[in-house]
């Protein structure tokens, strides 16, 4: 066996990238290659003297790419993804041009604004030698031809009489060599799998272009897989149109040599080519097709059968739906167009597509296609997909196969891929197995018990992003920790009695470490579930999983309390009682919106809680404010508002209202709520029945602390002030006093200390 050495390595990487030219789709520069830094001379394999390059500059106007402002930046993803399109399209157009052998790379300089349009400047390299030179006609022409005449270069459509090399400009361009023709044939057809959008009129779009893109690769793979692949030219896709069912009608032209050996090529055989390729019109990579929508230039032959077919000879397609938990919902899954969405779906349906190949049933399986991705609780993503499969068994037996395949393939429905699942969500036409089956220690309907499970995470660094829930960290930080959560209690002693973990809020501690707050649910057994015994629960979880965990958790600091969904409505009040006040949690956001009422008096009855006229207007205060905000863009996160003061000045109010802030996609703000006001009150001018003054709405952030279901008006905190300065006021008094006792009991004292021999009186007798 021949040693391998650096010569040797460097030697078959240099014979398979064309002397280190090209390797795969990315251009090499000539003479980088060192392998243990052994390098050749350049003058091993191309000589400087007998070949020298040559620089020319292309210019040319694309039309379907409209300028956008990132277009200036080179900095910017648009621009670069842009850039190397181009690039890739030059490159690859001029190596299969008559010039290959000459030409080196091409190189995107710049975009630029024409119009609407973007205007490209190129530079492509020759080397050009003494016995082929090459020119800037030779480059124009070969450019020219091999774009249609400079019409389209890959996905981009071109200005036909943009195009310059070197200044040099043909206004008429050269036809095409004689004894090449290429004619085109008008195939149309229907895919059923592929929903029609309106971004689907604009074919600069992004959506446009993946998907015609995708539609002229699996075109290109049906005919140059068929009988007639030696004369197969090339697919475009022209349009892209609505058709029946939400379905999209496509319309492409598809080019043939017309040579010897392809002469019999006509409509009759494409179509006919294209009907055994696709399986009789059913099935084109991954898109499904309407086997009787297709036409090719107007011919077009029912597929149809004369008897009734049974359901073994169609696929039948099933609504698959899931949540993603590692995968959070943000604005820009909501956008077809955007690169998150496109890139989030193909990913999902790739790994759809594997699970299905790779399961017991992928000879019956057709293909998945992800239709929507929608937000699911805590912000995770939903997933809505349609595969299609040939007959397994009945209809309703093919349903549950399709879930247990996908549940075995899934790991009990946990992981997808790269994606965590939520493993109660599945559905397969409706079909759902509960992860969490009911025993007989649980009664039908009994409610679960909710504990608040709150930890520090200490591998967590802090980060003023971790307070914004809609921020792409907290989100996956939040993920992260209620996936975790859930692997503790179900791998700890109190599993069977565990459901899942839920409403996770993150905060900062006084130390700088991160804290975890989570709503977790157990299920109402016969067996009592306290805080204790999920305390124990957690610990045990904790050690069993510590060694896969991604946080750690301080099991020291971990506290467990007993959590109450608050009421989301106000109850009535019943006669001289006071309205039901709903109770809030740690994890709530409270705003304080004052505001002043014109067209009431304040009276005396007013300043009594307990007095009938107080109750009635705070009870209609109330329920205006939770008509308004009920019916706002706040309606999903809104619970409840309480009255808090009324004040003298007609009548001035003063109201807490409470808000969920894992049920908004975006960040609950004063202004936010300030904004949702003014619109529900015309104005901040009227709340139903209440005229308020202009100017007088103000809404401010609170922190919630501890709440008994109501707050102390301002007359009882001034009475609580003015006896606190009493008390100290008596203190004082009595202190003075107990001064002065204590200097009266030891006068007498100091003046003995003074005198100690007392006072002296003679003997002498007076007489």
Wanted: glycine fraction near 4%; include cysteine; charge should be negative.
């Amino acid at each position: 066996m021949e040693p391998i050495n650096r010569e040797k390595v460097y030697d078959v990487f240099s014979e398979k990238t064309d002397d280190i030219s090209s390797l795969g789709p990315h251009l090499l520069q000539s003479y980088s290659l060192y392998v243990n830094d052994y390098s050749e001379s350049p003058s091993r394999n191309a000589p400087i003297a007998t070949q020298t390059p040559v620089e020319f500059n292309v210019t040319f106007i694309v039309t379907n790419l409209p300028f956008l402002g990132l277009l200036h930046d080179k900095t910017s993803p648009l621009y670069q993804s842009a850039s190397a399109i181009i690039t890739g399209e030059l490159n690859t157009l001029l190596r299969n041009s008559e010039i290959k052998a000459q030409f080196d790379n091409c190189e995107t300089k710049s975009l630029s604004v024409l119009g609407q349009n973007t205007q490209v400047y190129a530079v492509c390299t020759f080397n050009n030698s003494a016995t082929r030179p090459i020119d800037r006609v030779t480059v124009y022409r070969q450019i020219s031809y091999n774009t249609d005449v400079i019409t389209t270069l890959g996905p981009y459509l071109l200005e036909s009489n943009s195009l310059y090399v070197d200044d040099y400009n043909e206004s008429t361009p050269p036809s095409e060599p004689i004894g090449k023709v290429i004619p085109g044939f008008n195939v149309t057809f229907i895919i059923t799998s592929l929903t029609y959008t309106a971004a689907f009129n604009d074919p600069s779009s992004l959506l446009y272009q993946s998907a015609s893109q995708s539609i002229i690769l699996k075109l290109k793979n049906t005919f140059e897989n068929s009988d007639i692949a030696s004369a197969f030219t090339d697919c475009k896709v022209i349009t892209l149109s609505a058709a029946n069912n939400q379905g999209t009608g496509v319309y492409a032209i598809c080019s043939f040599n017309n040579t010897s050996a392809a002469e019999n090529v006509d409509r009759v055989i494409v179509h006919r080519q294209f009907s055994y390729t696709t399986r009789n019109i059913t099935k084109l990579g991954q898109y499904l097709l309407d086997p009787n929508s297709l036409y090719v230039n107007g011919y077009h032959k029912s597929n149809e059968p004369k008897d009734f077919p049974n359901r073994s000879q169609f696929p039948t397609l099933f609504n698959v739906t899931f949540t993603v938990t590692n995968l959070p919902y943000v604005n820009a899954l909501h956008t077809q167009t955007s690169p998150l969405y496109q890139s989030a779906v193909l990913t999902i349906t790739h790994q759809l597509t594997t699970l299905f190949n790779n399961s017991d049933i992928t000879s019956a399986f057709i293909a998945c296609n992800t239709r929507s991705l929608s937000t699911a609780r805590m912000m995770m993503t939903k997933v809505y997909a349609l595969c299609s499969f040939n007959s397994i068994s009945t209809e309703n037996e093919d349903r549950i196969i399709i879930y247990h395949q996908f549940r075995y393939n899934t790991r009990n429905i946990t992981i997808l891929g790269a994606y965590s699942l939520d493993n109660n969500s599945l559905y397969v036409n409706d079909y759902h197995e509960s992860a969490f089956p009911l025993t007989t220690s649980q009664q039908p309907g009994q409610k679960s018990l909710c504990f608040d499970v709150s930890v520090i995470i200490t591998n967590l660094p802090f980060s003023s992003v971790l307070l914004d829930p809609t921020s792409p960290l907290y989100q996956s930080a939040s993920a992260l920790v209620i996936y975790q959560l859930n692997a503790i209690f179900r791998d700890s002693k109190i599993s069977a009695q565990f459901s899942e973990c839920t409403n996770i809020l993150l905060s900062v501690t006084n130390e700088g470490f991160v804290k975890a707050l989570a709503d977790c649910f157990f299920k109402n057994y016969s067996q009592q579930i306290d805080n204790v015994i999920v305390e124990q629960g957690f610990r045990d979880g904790t050690n069993k999983t510590s060694s896969t965990a991604t946080y750690e958790f301080n099991t020291n600091n971990v506290q467990i309390t007993g959590c109450e969904e608050a009421k989301s409505t106000i109850t009535a009040a019943a006669p001289g009682q006071p309205p039901t006040i709903a109770s809030a949690r740690q994890m709530d956001l409270a705003f304080q919106i004052n505001f002043t009422i014109v067209n009431v008096n304040f009276t005396d009855q007013l300043q009594i809680l307990k007095s009938s006229e107080y109750i009635n207007l705070t009870t209609n205060i109330i329920a205006r404010l939770q008509d308004l905000f009920t019916n706002s863009d706040l309606s999903e996160c809104y619970k409840f508002c309480n009255v808090s003061n009324l004040s003298s000045g007609s009548v001035k109010v003063s109201t807490s209202c409470y808000f969920d802030p894992f049920k908004q996609n975006t960040v609950l703000t004063s202004e936010l709520i300030e904004s949702n006001f003014d619109i529900g009150t015309n104005g901040s001018t009227q709340l139903g029945e209440f005229q308020l003054r202009s100017g007088s709405v103000i809404v401010a952030s609170k922190s919630l602390g501890p709440l008994n279901g109501s707050e102390l008006p301002y007359w009882a905190i001034i009475v609580i002030v003015l006896a606190i300065l009493l008390a100290l006021f008596l203190l004082f008094i009595l202190g003075s006093l107990i001064a002065l006792c204590v200097k009266k009991k030891f006068n007498g004292f100091y003046d003995m200390l003074q005198n100690p021999f007392g006072i002296y009186y003679s003997h002498l007798d007076g007489k």
